[in-house]
């Protein structure tokens, strides 16, 4: 396994192995990893000869207030990881070579933000498109695999690789989660003891909205109350609940073919998502 | 010479001559070609072994009060021209291939459009990084060739190219005018014959203020009240005249060691632009 630091030299790497024949694959992360990333190196394997992991906690997704300083950073413990789990290259490009003086830049996907995170969170998949798009550049891969706990990320990232023309397969790999459900997160660590204990609330909202679907309720709002109680009985700070249309994300308020709930809530100061398809 | 009409078909040509080991160049065009964009194949043919014209009228680009619907347009003339210069590949999408229903991503440089045309049309360099962008996934060239004509341009395309980590050298080839000194552009043939006689007062303007600053004036102010006159004496419309670091487009006061000029002025009904470097 080689670290590469500088976009450059990932570039040369990339290009020479698809000219080789080999097919290159991407898992874009934050660093901090746990089994959800190790998952989706796992997934990547099946479509890809080489696999890149790149390792970037990415100034420009975090608002002003949130936890850009503070967010974990492990850079022996990732590198460790990744060796074990096979991965080819490991891509750890410095804030100065990702975005130096004068960096003016960005990639806006304009719809699908308007809603969940992205309505709590101005600027940050303007942020994510950036970066992603960067790191698509660098790292030329044909292939490139994201996490479904973020799931208004993959599809600002379809929507952008599809309007960029880009010509990359957009993999989704399953949630991983807990014995107890919670869904992984490198913001889990930040949990105390009692937090991390109440914290599946946001996996047991959403699989009571589930099982209220397949008995038949149709009403998104009933299935939201529920789901806020569930949430409010553990302490948790409820930022958003949506019944969504899988698609276009915007919110239903009958339940027919296909619906799709996602869920922001603040254990404490962390704020924690998660998401599962309801029907369809 | 071979006419490409589809992204995914376009994609695959660029990628296997790629991996071949030859060199893939890409002169992006709104047709209605002139001797401009052909001196720009001729300047990239030093730099590519295959020579790939993009021709696409490209809409996100015009604002709503301008001349999409009437820029003038004429394929079978278009390639013809490209066939005698000869160029490997003409990619020519129409609209629904580059901007299908759903399409909402778009590029945006911040700080360079603050000035000039940009200014006066808001969302115009939105739109042509936005297509810059979709071309160059499109046609996967090594090196692009742009004219100087559209000063502003290739600056915002520089700094794209560069903060999105672009691996595409970005070619800028002189201005080519007339005998009477006017810059070349498809609009032109807007002009009605007494206009494009007084269209030379573009250059006529550059030129003064150039010989102002040979001969040692200083003061922004005074050469672009020269350059006011020339514009106003032949009936043109002035939108802007101004005096501009030639990096970051900043305003000039005092001439010092580099600047540059660039013009918009209306004859009549149609828009030229003109540029040129006053000093450094």
């Known amino acids: ?6 976009v450059a030299a990932m570039q040369e790497w990339a290009l020479h192995r698809r000219c080789e024949g080999r097919r290159v694959g991407l898992v874009p992360t934050m660093g901090f990893l746990h089994q959800g990333h190790l998952s989706l190196v796992e997934t990547l394997k099946a479509h890809a000869d080489l696999v890149v992991v790149s390792i970037f906690v990415n100034p420009i997704q975090f608002g002003p207030n949130e936890d850009f300083d503070r967010y974990p950073r492990d850079e022996a413990r990732d590198l460790a990881l990744l060796q074990e789990a096979g991965v080819d290259i490991v891509f750890m490009p410095s804030v100065a070579e990702m975005y130096p003086a004068g960096f003016q830049t ?5 719809k699908l933000p308007q809603h969940l995170c992205g309505l709590r969170r101005p600027g940050h998949f ?3 498109a950036t970066v992603v798009l960067k790191l698509f550049h660098a790292c030329v891969p044909q292939v490139a695999a994201f996490g479904a706990k973020d799931y208004q990320q993959v599809q600002v990232i379809r929507a952008m690789v599809r309007d960029l023309n880009l010509p ?7 949630i991983v989660r807990e014995e107890d459900g919670l869904a992984l997160s490198s913001r889990n660590t930040f949990l105390t003891p009692e937090e991390r204990q109440k914290a599946t ?21 009933a299935i939201r109350h529920v789901m806020a109680d569930i ?8 930022d958003y609940i949506a019944i969504i249309d899988p698609d276009d994300l915007e919110e239903l308020e009958l339940i027919r073919e296909r ?22």
Chains 1, 2 share one sequence.
Do not use: F, P, W
């Open 1 to 6: 396994m080689k670290v590469i630091r500088t």
């Open 106 to 110: 960005h990639v806006e996907v304009e």
């Open 126 to 128: 303007r942020g994510v």
């Open 168 to 174: 990359i397969l957009i993999i989704e790999s399953d």
């Open 201 to 221: 609330c946001l996996v047991r909202a959403l699989q009571e909205g589930k099982a209220m679907v397949e008995r038949g309720e149709t009403s998104a709002v």
């Open 231 to 238: 949430l409010e009985d553990s302490g948790a700070r409820v």
């Open 259 to 280: 619906a799709h709930a996602a869920i922001a809530a603040y254990m404490g100061r962390t704020r924690l998502i998660d998401n599962m398809r309801l029907k369809g």
